[in-house]
């Protein structure tokens, strides 16, 4: 069984900085692309940042310059530094992975999901 794990979620004030991490574990065979979302409450979930399996990156507009995604293949974990957060990135941030497993495709995982609140 596939699980993805998120981690390093909390409070911080506004300006501050957070690093997320997202860890897979289970039966993985291969990972290929990664990504953060979140949702606000009375929001829709948004793609925040994307990565390939070869490394290539997007980011919604509202966080580039800002949050940096990153993914180590060797530990199957993929982490978005966060920093000069804003009050608006307040939201639970989900970890999702295209992982196959014991099945012969690729299918969606997704973390429970960790908050963040930014405020002061």
């Known amino acids: 069984q596939v699980q993805l794990v998120e981690s390093g979620g909390g409070l911080v004030q506004p300006g501050g900085s957070l690093r997320l991490s997202c860890a897979a574990s289970?039966?993985?065979?291969?990972?290929?692309?990664m990504g953060w979302y979140r949702q606000a409450p009375g929001k829709e979930r948004e793609l925040v940042a994307h990565?390939?399996?070869?490394?290539?990156?997007n980011y919604v507009d509202s966080v580039k310059g800002r949050f940096t995604i990153s993914r180590d293949n060797t530990k199957n974990t993929v982490s978005l530094q966060m920093n000069s957060l804003k009050p608006e990135d307040t939201a639970v941030y989900y970890c999702?992975?295209?992982?196959?497993?014991?099945?012969?495709?690729?299918?969606?995982?997704w973390g429970r999901g960790t908050q963040v609140t930014v405020s002061s």
């Open positions: 999702n992975a295209e992982i196959r497993g014991g099945s012969l495709r690729y299918n969606d995982y």
């Open positions: 990565i390939t399996s070869g490394g290539s990156t």
């Open positions: 289970g039966r993985i065979f291969s990972i290929n692309a």
